[in-house]
């Protein structure tokens, strides 16, 4: 059974750091690109970075870029991801998933950044 268990999050003040994990089971993560998404409160999922299975191709939306870094250990079947300079448009609930993604997604991992 395919499962995702996301940690990490929690309240940070603007500018602040957090490192999210995410722990896969169920498959090998090390031959799929893996993904982040994040949903804030009344829109839809987005795509927020994704590295390709050897991690040699990475790509991230333009609203993160330069301040989020996605890294994978293939090993342990975990994803990360490195979020700096947060923002409070970065509130959100924060998933992984592969690509292309199952329904089975995790329970997520909530980010708030507020003052």
């Known amino acids: 059974q395919v499962q995702f268990v996301e940690s990490g999050g929690g309240l940070v003040q603007p500018g602040g750091s957090l490192r999210l994990s995410c722990a896969a089971s169920?498959?090998?993560?090390?031959?799929?690109?893996m993904r982040w998404y994040r949903q804030a409160p009344g829109k839809e999922r987005e795509l927020v970075a994704q590295?390709?299975?050897?991690?040699?191709?990475?790509s991230y939306a333009d609203s993160v870029k330069g301040r989020f870094t996605i890294s994978r250990d293939n090993a342990e079947n975990a994803v990360y991801l490195q979020m700096n300079t947060l923002k409070p448009d970065d509130t959100a609930v924060y998933y992984c998933?592969?690509?292309?993604?199952?329904?089975?997604w995790g329970q997520g991992t909530q980010v708030t950044v507020s003052s």
């Open positions: 590295i390709s299975n050897r991690g040699v191709v990475i």
């Open positions: 998933n592969k690509s292309p993604p199952t329904p089975d």
């Open positions: 169920g498959f090998t993560i090390g031959i799929y690109t």
